[in-house]
């Protein structure tokens, strides 16, 4: 123990500026690194550019996005409180937090590997397909619906909980943790945020843009989705491994 401003701590909470600082550092490069292939959403995609095709695009997009941060705030929060709850940061609790990220890792990968193995069939021109959950919500872009795709469509993937657990094992002040918390939502919804905001710029050309981009991914999505599991995948089961170790 140690004692600072007349309060007893702990010396592992004890930290320079300067030492801090990397500390700081690595944990926001992890968290958003995590967040940034969470956000890798084909279908995040899809659903927008349906979404500023429609008759009321700023109304539909702006309840997609309201959807896609309620269910990643709240999401965010819970497991950041669960996981500072348990004391995570303690050195004595390393050992279950990355044998968690090696799970998740394992879990990712399993995934990725199934939907390689696994390819998409044409589609069959003699059945009529039944159209998904998120195609039958995001075919009424209006009021409920459209918050209720951006829920299902941004429910937390395995690399955001990775990216909320480097933040909850760093020692950081709860200024700066609160700040990168904040820094990983933003990221895990840029797809949303930053084609409306360039469809607010230029409403045509960004249309035209997501239209073709939008008929592109539905050529390659199933393979986009695939590399992002296995690379969050490798990534996880190889930080899990070195905590470990």
């Known amino acids: 123990m140690e004692y600072l401003g007349g309060r007893r701590v702990h010396s592992w909470r004890v930290m320079t500026g300067a030492g801090a600082r990397p500390m700081v550092s690595n944990m926001l ?3 958003a690194g995590f967040a940034l292939l969470s956000a890798l959403s084909p279908t995040a995609v899809l659903v927008g550019a349906v979404y500023l095709g429609s ?25 950041l409180v669960a996981l500072q709850a348990g004391h995570v940061s303690l050195p004595s609790r390393h050992t279950p937090l990355y044998g968690l990220r090696l799970g998740l890792g394992v879990l990712a990968l399993a995934g990725g590997l199934y939907m390689t193995r696994r390819k998409p069939k044409p589609p069959d021109p003699d059945k009529k397909k039944k159209p ?12 409920l619906f459209a918050f209720a795709t951006g829920v299902v469509v941004f429910f937390p993937s395995a690399a955001f909980v990775a990216a909320v657990q480097a933040i909850a094992t760093s020692t950081a002040s709860d200024l700066t943790i609160a700040l990168t918390l904040l820094t990983v939502i933003v990221i895990d919804v840029v797809l949303i945020w930053l084609p409306f905001l360039f469809f607010l710029a230029a409403p045509e050309l960004t249309t035209r843009t997501l239209k073709r981009f939008n008929g592109w991914l539905r050529a390659h999505g199933h393979a986009i989705a695939a590399g992002a599991l296995l690379v969050v995948g490798g990534l996880l089961i190889g930080n899990g491994i070195a905590g470990l170790s």
Not at 132 to 143: F, K, N, T
């Open 29 to 31: 490069a992890t968290a």
């Open 55 to 79: 008759n009321s695009p700023r109304r539909a997009m702006l309840l997609y996005l309201a959807g896609a941060l309620t269910t990643t705030v709240i999401i965010g929060i819970v497991v």
């Open 132 to 143: 998904g959950l998120v195609s039958r919500m995001m075919a009424r872009p209006e009021g």
